[in-house]
């Protein structure tokens, strides 16, 4: 199975799933539409582009493959451990945010983002979090009063 | 037509030039787009208030077809999609030692498409908004059905996969209050989710956190730019001649390109080379460093981006995801697009459309002195310049509704776009999905009400007929179109 045929997988689990947790809304009649009708529709809808992705997923391989004729070279690639890193890290901030406030969460983050993006050492990162967490509360939270964590 | 002068008050004239600042930085930066840029800033402009506030997101959206074009000429790279084109013949003409010439060339050219633009925006604006008064649910149900099938016709290179991108932004979009009965839907008790998702939190994640993620598994780009003197930025009279029809061809196209959903910017600038490879008295020398290579394209990506003002402005419906985020920001600021506007806040209307004659001027501007300067933006280090773009895109998110659960959804839009972005899915089409979603739920159920639970009734009338038939033809054409391709290669 290639890339595409598990995509095509996977968005056929989520239709089901969705079109599962729609059934408890009532579809009524078409007269007097119920809440349940455009999630049916959609989630029907998703399945059958999900089954034709599925079953074209070879051809457009295939086609692929025939009009670059190999002549545009996939650009080198680094590695993609650092973004799963960073991606956890969000997740952390996210569940942190409430309790540890914006400027403590947000200096973390930016240390933690700028060390995996390619920051030397540790005191370039740390002046780094301190200038753009210290600017955004300065210009969001005091001057344009806009509430934040 | 006299609010038209309300651009020229102090306040607008400084969102105007912030806007067209800001966008120009971010046509320069490579990653992040004008959508994202335009979502990470509308906490900012709701202070504003709507006319100033979206003077400045509108700014933001066409000063970023300028900037794109500054460093695709000098460094090859190119600042967002719309000017990839420009770099075929605009980094070679740069590598001649032309580089000022075509970049003044390219900035002329989106000036002239601009300003054309307008003038058509404002003269067909009223027209297709008087137009659009007739419309019923129906009609527009059938309006939106019929973008969404040529959004997904023309975007990215799967049908398959944009629709189904198209369908899990209506699905996203069912999440919370139902628009017409109040049913709360899909929110599994969570708080926060009742009001919906945030269009900020999921287009902020989207559009700035998942490039953050991309851009750490892409080659950096090359740091070294070309530095170009002010005295060299005049084309020869040979250069500008040759620049004219290309520029006119690119403006009238583009307009037109940019009437319909989809990335019209993109298109537009690609479909004006393809016409002047075929067209152009000097189509041989296209690929090598031909001025028509420059003009054509940069004519077509902003009159591109002004035609997708008309049916944001007078039917209510964004094509793209950067008018998306207008719309976005027009409902926060209590000012709704469509028909009515025009009725309702008439300042805010011609406002708008008078900030882009200004914002035009003030680009043509800005960008012909200070294009060292803006060529220079594009050779800060992401390490430096992308835990910013997360820090602004958790206030935007955060800010939408003051709810932690919007920073959980531009979190998860982040990593969802990340992984589509790795398997060749475009966050476009759900963007657009999630933003039409509530329209196309509404104007349906409206319309079956009405018609007593008649299905006939949505293609009762001529318009809503019309626009359903090409949607249907729409749906089948690419499948016919490539069956006739296979029986005619058989036949030879």
């Known amino acids: 199975m290639g890339r595409d045929h598990w995509s095509a997988a996977g968005l056929a689990l989520l239709a089901i799933g969705y079109l599962l947790a729609g059934r408890r809304y009532p579809l009524d009649t078409l007269a007097t539409p119920g809440p349940g009708l455009v999630p049916l529709v959609a989630g029907v809808a998703l399945l059958a582009v999900a089954i034709w992705l599925f079953i074209t997923a070879n051809r457009a391989g295939l086609a692929d493959a025939a009009t670059t004729g190999g002549l545009i070279e996939p650009a080198p690639r680094r590695a993609a451990g650092r973004p799963l890193v960073l991606a956890a890290a969000l997740v952390i901030y996210a569940a942190v945010l409430p309790a540890l406030g914006f400027v403590v969460s947000s200096f973390a983050l930016v240390v933690v983002a700028s060390r995996l993006i390619g920051a030397a050492g540790w005191w370039r990162p740390a002046l780094l979090a301190l200038g753009i967490t210290g600017v955004s509360y300065l210009l969001f939270a005091r001057w344009l009063g806009v509430p934040l964590p | ?492």
């Open chain 2, 1 to 492: 037509m006299s609010d038209l002068f309300v651009a020229l008050t102090p306040a607008n004239l400084l969102a105007c030039f912030v806007g067209t600042v800001l966008g120009t930085i971010v046509g320069v930066l490579p990653g992040l787009g004008p959508a994202g840029a335009m979502a990470l800033v509308l906490p900012l402009t709701i202070k504003l208030g709507p006319t100033a506030g979206l003077i400045m997101l509108a700014g933001i959206y066409y000063g970023a077809m300028y900037g794109g074009s500054t460093t695709s000429i000098l460094v090859n790279v190119p600042g967002e999609a719309a000017s990839v084109v420009t770099t075929i013949d605009g980094y070679r003409l740069a590598r001649k030692g032309r580089a000022g010439a075509a970049l003044a060339v390219a900035a002329i050219a989106s000036f002239v498409a601009g300003t054309f633009s307008v003038v058509a925006l404002q003269v067909a604006a009223p027209l297709v908004a008087r137009a659009a008064l007739a419309f019923g649910p129906a009609e527009y149900f059938a309006l939106g059905l019929l973008g969404l099938v040529l959004l997904a016709n023309l975007t990215g290179r799967s049908r398959a996969k944009s629709l189904a991108m198209v369908l899990l932004g209506v699905m996203l979009a069912t999440i919370g209050m139902d628009p017409l009965g109040g049913a709360v839907r899909f929110t599994f008790d969570l708080a926060g989710a009742q009001a919906g998702l945030s269009f900020v939190a999921v287009t902020t994640g989207l559009f700035g956190v998942a490039e953050v993620l991309a851009s750490m598994t892409e080659p950096e780009a090359a740091s070294a730019v070309a530095r170009v003197k002010f005295r060299e930025l005049y084309p020869s009279r040979e250069e500008l001649r040759r620049s004219v029809p290309p520029m006119l061809r690119g403006t009238v196209l583009g307009f037109l390109v940019g009437l319909m959903p989809g990335p019209a910017a993109t298109i537009a600038s690609f479909v004006s080379y393809g016409v002047e490879k075929k067209v152009s008295k000097h189509r041989a020398e296209l690929g090598s460093g031909a001025i028509e290579g420059v003009a054509g394209p940069e004519a077509a990506n902003n009159a591109a981006a002004g035609g997708g003002m008309i049916p944001l402005l007078s039917l209510g419906l964004p094509f793209t995801p950067s008018t998306a985020v207008l719309l976005s920001g027009m409902l926060l600021m209590s000012v709704t697009p469509g028909p009515f506007l025009l009725r309702d806040h008439p300042r805010v209307f011609w406002g708008v459309i008078g900030s882009f004659y200004v914002g035009n001027v003030m680009l043509l501007l800005l960008n012909l002195p200070l294009v060292g300067l803006f060529a220079r933006i594009a050779t800060i280090p992401p390490r430096y310049l992308m835990p910013a773009v997360l820090v602004l895109c958790a206030v935007a998110a955060y800010s939408d509704n003051n709810n932690i659960f919007d920073v959980w959804v531009m979190v998860a839009a982040g990593i969802a776009g990340w992984a589509m972005r790795a398997l060749d899915f475009s966050p476009a089409p759900l963007v657009l999905g999630l933003v039409l979603g509530p329209m196309l739920e509404r104007s349906l159920l409206q319309a079956l009400t009405i018609a007593r639970g008649d299905i006939g009734g949505l293609w009762a009338s001529w318009p809503a007929a019309g626009m359903l038939v090409a949607a249907a033809l729409a749906s089948v054409a690419p499948a016919v179109s490539a069956l006739v391709r296979r029986m005619s290669r058989r036949a030879v």
